[in-house]
């Protein structure tokens, strides 16, 4: 941060509290922070107390939230249904040390939801279920090579982890092996041809992707594309995996795989399904989980883990997809979402300022500084508009990012990068006082000579 524009200045005014635990945190983690996507320039706000759609740092000022558990909180901060579950399940038991009725019933709101979800292993994260469902592809093939899509996020771990960029910035692959890396190839999103050639040698594992497009649709992907992969893979023996990490209950009660009618072979889960808390699972096809199974002879695939189906995430999960399935929460988390996008659009119009906004069930996506059309309809990522699908998009520049998420915190108002996770508890006030956080955090912009 060059210190030099009012924006700056007042970031550091309102954040003397949050500065001075920023440092303590540099001695204690490396970069200060416990996430890559924590990472913020000066330093990151110190996040007190949370609840609902809105938080409170450590020097009192209050945020309307759209990091939301990084897309984990469809329900909102300590929602009563939640708080009252886990608080139940605290005095009954954190680890049962065996089977216990929770995860029976977690595993049950899974099925009744995800379509392709024949049997259920649960894992601790998104990172373990990914793994792990490419372990079980490698295993029910006997191939180890995997293809994955540029930018595509699906955790950290060594069999799925390619250097590239996310929301969060671009990603290193120092430290995992090189033999692992030889066994990813990449393909551009679009790039249907060149998936197509490369599955029929026949020596791919899977193919494994975000099904909306990379960080949860930041670039759409056109839904051909995953109808697609499905055929070519299943031609040519090949497990198709669905990341639905984010998506999972959010882009529709039964995820991607249900709004676009595609039965992928695995499916990955994690964040809504856990209820927020830690959690995840690999979900899909019977005879490829069941290689975990004891009966799996010379062919199993173990998987031990001390917090696989830990109570406090079963009941969390439990409790959030029964809502979900009965009450409707998406359908007023997708409206809140349209609400925002539609402000957001006309903000920039007002501002005269370039770039757009769109959202994609409670996913909403800006992009700055670029000229890219806005939606017609302030919502809706026209494809023709915007010349077909696209392998990748032009991103909002850093020297534009990094000031306009500083005003927009000044303002009261904390993104997931460069998008915003909606909930079902936002209400249509906070969205209206968004927008107009988000129009003066352009002027602040503007004044500085910044967009
Ligand atoms: C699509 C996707 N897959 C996998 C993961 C990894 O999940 P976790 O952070 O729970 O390990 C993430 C995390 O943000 C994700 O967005």
């Known amino acids: 941060m060059s210190g030099s524009t009012a924006i700056d200045r007042e970031f550091l005014d309102k954040h003397a509290e949050s500065a001075r635990r920023a440092e303590e945190a540099q001695t204690l983690f490396p970069g200060g922070v416990t996430h890559d996507a924590r990472h913020f320039d000066p330093f990151g706000i110190t996040v007190d107390r949370a609840v609902g759609a809105q938080k409170w740092d450590a020097d009192g000022n209050e945020y309307i939230d759209y990091v939301m558990g990084h897309g984990?909180?469809?329900?909102?901060?300590?929602?009563?249904y939640l708080v009252e579950a886990v608080t139940e399940q605290v005095a009954r038991g954190t680890h049962m040390g065996g089977s216990s009725d929770l995860e029976r019933r977690w595993a049950l709101a899974i099925k009744r939801l995800v379509p392709s979800a024949e049997k259920v292993r649960f894992t601790s994260s998104g990172t373990e279920a990914t793994m792990m469902a490419v372990r079980l592809a490698r295993a029910a093939t006997g191939r180890d090579r995997l293809l994955r899509l540029r930018h595509h996020f699906h955790g950290w771990n060594d069999s799925v982890f390619a250097a590239g960029r996310t929301s969060a910035g671009p990603i290193?692959?120092?430290?995992?092996?090189?033999?692992?890396?030889?066994?990813?190839s990449v393909f551009d999103q679009t790039d249907v041809a060149g998936i197509a050639e490369a599955v029929e040698t026949r020596e791919y594992a899977a193919v494994i992707l975000e099904p909306t497009g990379y960080s949860w649709g930041t670039c759409p992907l056109d839904p051909s594309v995953p109808k697609d992969l499905r055929e070519l893979t299943e031609r040519s023996g090949t497990m198709l995996?669905?990341?639905e990490v984010v998506t999972g209950f959010r882009a529709s009660q039964g995820g991607v795989q249900e709004r676009i009618g595609v039965t992928p072979d695995l499916t990955t889960l994690a964040k809504i399904a856990a209820g927020g808390l830690p959690g995840g699972a690999v979900?899909?096809?019977?005879?490829?989980?069941?290689?975990?199974?004891?009966?799996?002879?010379?062919?199993?695939?173990?998987?031990?883990?001390?917090?696989?189906?830990?109570?406090?995430?079963?009941?969390?999960?439990?409790r959030a997809l029964r809502?979900?399935?009965?009450?409707?929460?998406?359908s007023i988390a997708n409206a809140r979402a349209a609400q925002l996008s539609k402000g957001l659009n006309r903000a920039l119009l007002e501002a005269e300022a370039p770039g757009c906004a769109w959202a994609d069930a409670s996913m909403v996506h800006i992009v700055l500084g670029q000229d890219?059309?806005?939606?017609?309809?302030?919502?809706?990522?026209d494809w023709d508009e915007h010349g077909g699908p696209q392998a990748t998009l032009p991103g909002t520049p850093s020297e534009i990012a990094w000031p306009f998420r500083r005003a927009l915190?000044?303002?009261?108002?904390?993104?997931?990068?460069?998008?915003?996770?909606?909930?079902?508890?936002?209400?249509?006030d906070q969205i209206?006082?968004?927008?107009?956080?988000?129009?003066?955090?352009?002027?602040?912009?503007?004044?500085?000579?910044?967009?």
């Not at 209206?432 to 967009?451: G, H, K």
């Open 409 to 428: 915190i000044n303002h009261g108002v904390d993104l997931m990068g460069m998008g915003a996770l909606v909930s079902c508890v936002h209400t249509e």
């Open 172 to 184: 290193a692959a120092n430290g995992q092996p090189t033999a692992m890396q030889e066994l990813i």
């Open 372 to 381: 890219l059309d806005r939606p017609e309809d302030g919502v809706t990522w």
């Open 323 to 330: 809502a979900i399935a009965e009450e409707d929460p998406l």
């Open 283 to 318: 979900v899909g096809r019977a005879d490829l989980l069941d290689q975990i199974s004891f009966d799996a002879g010379s062919g199993r695939v173990a998987h031990p883990g001390t917090f696989n189906a830990n109570p406090l995430s079963a009941v969390a999960g439990e």
């Open 241 to 243: 995996i669905f990341d």
């Open 432 to 451: 209206d006082a968004t927008v107009d956080r988000f129009s003066a955090a352009l002027s602040d912009l503007r004044r500085a000579e910044i967009l």
């Open 72 to 80: 984990a909180l469809i329900f909102g901060h300590s929602h009563p």
